[in-house]
């Protein structure tokens, strides 16, 4: 790799000018066009109010993908330009059309999907084999099914447009939220400095435990002051969710992120009850990283504090070398597409003012590229992070070729790739670990990510439950919302904690996504299930890669049952893969405890 990599990303490949983009307002229009174009096709065919034919039916399918694939790219376009630049007010602009086009589109679907249900079985059937469609029978014989347990078409489209300015508009606030906060910090040498929320977040996990905690109770401080809003915005999103399922007919707020993820409520309780039997070692672990660090219990800001040599900075040039290595040894195509993404600027890395927090990948399918949007300073933590989307990156690599409708993958078999490429990385530098303070380190490293994984995101899990259990009663104050988030991660970490970070609901993107509610279990979901994967790796070795590819190009294509049967042949919707798989995930803890006793 080369020393000097390009830490800033580059979107003018993808539409020049930025939110000023003379080609993306072409984009724009040519997406309206052909929606309208669509909508006024298939509300023809729905007052003719006879079945279409398979003609026709394909026609629309076409049109369709076309559409998807290209809203895809504008949707990923406007929150690249949002993320690198929060106060990119055009940008702004721009996603509210692009959110138009999507509640337009949204509105069109519905039309399409009637048309799906208006076809006889065995025309359906008969149509399904034709060598168009065939490749995504799955999907549409998925929609048709959906469909049975919406409301009546135009309802639903109803319901769709007032989504933009209503659910999808509060989903946006937290953008604006996050563009007002500013943190406060004192430096060593007695400088003032004033800090975004994404420059901010990286001094949580500092080597130094006064830094950590001046920046948490920063932290705290500063999402407190904005508590009133947050609140009134999660408020009003599941709200709206919570009376579209009523007039729906579902009894289950789990309903729809179930269904999105392919999944069924066996599966993910089974998943659940194996992270429940695991929980008492990873307490054990988190027991001695505070004898470690001289502390009673962990506070918050203490779990993924680093040991030993862990806290020393990595350059991003480094960074780059090590992830592309390990992956080399994994598969050559891996790492030459990482390579590649490095090289060409598909990252945005740099550490500066007025980015949003956090980390994301997109994809632009109509450019088969992807972007990866990160802030990094050098931790370890950061290196994890790029490992992790260079997998979310790959896994769309893979699929380039396939329909638009067969790219559709739900968010835990996404997470399954992006936590597989961590755990090629962080267990190769283990293995190459040499000296027992390297070996702690990264040992911690890796467990922490378990503790991510079987923790906090149970933690999410529970507030979010609970939460909606109580919002159907009324709206919640921020003094409620605080003490169901204290009271879920103190459950959650099985009492290891000392101090909880109770305005993390108020912090935490994810609770504020409209396009996937309860985006926290598929993380997971895939954690686990890539663990059973990457065992499988081991045993296979080299001649595994192709199958990890094959089982990535069918993510889109059936449920994770099929799939894991298919790939793997395990049940997911029983105990003992994930037993299994809980199992892998905490092998290093007996390392952990035998390395770091006394005496």
Wanted: net charge negative.
């Amino acid at each position: 790799m080369e020393s000097s990599l390009p830490m800033s990303w580059d979107l003018e490949t993808i539409y020049a000018g930025g939110s000023g983009s003379a080609a993306f307002a072409e984009e724009l229009k040519g997406l309206e066009r052909d929606i309208d174009e669509l909508d006024r096709s298939l509300e023809q065919a729905s007052e003719s109010g006879s079945a279409a034919s398979a003609k026709q039916l394909s026609a629309w399918t076409e049109s369709v993908q076309s559409i998807l694939m290209r809203l895809r790219q504008s949707d990923s376009f406007v929150g690249c330009l949002q993320a690198q630049q929060m106060k990119d007010s055009a940008a702004n602009g721009l996603n509210d059309r692009v959110k138009t086009l999507m509640a337009k589109f949204s509105a069109a679907l519905t039309s399409f999907d009637e048309q799906l249900l208006r076809t006889d079985d065995e025309s359906w059937t008969s149509w399904l084999q034709s060598s168009e469609v065939s490749p995504v029978a799955f999907v549409l014989n998925e929609r048709r099914e959906a469909v049975k347990e919406k409301l009546p078409p135009k309802e639903e489209a109803l319901a769709a447009e007032l989504a933009i300015d209503g659910y999808h508009g509060w989903g946006d606030f937290y953008n604006t939220i996050v563009s007002r906060i500013r943190f406060e910090i004192t430096e060593s040498d007695g400088t003032q400095k004033q800090l975004s929320a994404g420059q901010m977040h990286n001094r949580l996990s500092n080597r130094d435990r006064s830094v950590r905690e001046a920046a948490f109770a920063e932290w705290e401080r500063e999402w407190s002051e904005q508590g009133d809003l947050c609140a009134d915005t999660l408020n009003r999103i599941s709200g709206f969710r919570l009376k579209l399922y009523e007039k729906r007919g579902w009894k289950s707020a789990l309903k729809e992120p179930l269904a999105i993820n392919r999944m069924s409520e066996a599966t993910l309780n089974a998943m659940w009850a194996a992270v429940g039997e695991g929980k008492p070692k990873l307490v054990r672990y988190l027991e001695r990283k505070a004898k470690l660090l001289g502390i009673e219990k962990l506070d918050w800001h203490d779990v993924n504090a680093p040991l030993g040599s862990a806290g020393k900075s990595v350059p991003y040039s480094e960074a780059a070398a090590i992830i592309t290595e390990q992956f080399r040894a994994f598969s050559p195509d891996l790492a030459d597409f990482t390579e590649m993404a490095f090289r060409d600027a598909w990252i945005e890395a740099e550490d500066r003012s007025g980015k949003r927090p956090g980390g994301f990948c997109t994809a632009f399918p109509k450019s088969e590229q992807t972007r990866i949007f990160m802030t990094y300073s050098g931790t370890p933590s950061n290196v994890s992070t790029l490992a992790h989307e260079l997998g979310h990156a790959d896994h769309q690599h893979v699929m380039n070729d396939l329909p638009p409708f067969a790219q559709e993958y739900a968010s835990n078999v996404a997470e399954t790739a992006s936590t597989f490429a961590e755990m090629i990385v962080s267990d190769s530098t283990l293995r190459a670990a040499s000296g027992r303070e390297e070996k702690l380190a990264l040992l911690d490293d890796k467990l922490s990510n378990a503790v991510s994984f079987f923790m906090d995101i149970r933690a999410r899990f529970l507030f979010e439950q609970r939460f909606y259990e109580r919002r159907t009663q009324g709206m919640l104050t921020k003094e409620e919302l605080c003490e169901l988030m204290e009271g879920a991660q103190r459950e959650a970490f099985g009492g290891a904690l000392g101090g909880v970070h109770p305005h993390f609901w108020a912090s935490k993107l994810h609770f504020y996504l409209t396009d996937v509610p309860f985006y926290n279990f598929p993380y997971t979901f895939g954690y686990l299930f890539s663990c059973g994967i990457y065992a499988q790796a081991n045993k296979e070795g080299e001649a595994f890669a192709d199958r990890y590819v094959a089982l990535l190009r069918d993510t889109g294509l059936m449920t994770v049952e099929d799939l894991a049967q298919k790939h793997l042949g395990v049940r997911l919707d029983g105990p003992d893969f994930w037993r299994e798989a809980v199992q892998l995930a905490l092998a290093d803890v007996d390392e952990f405890l035998a390395l770091t006793e006394e005496g």
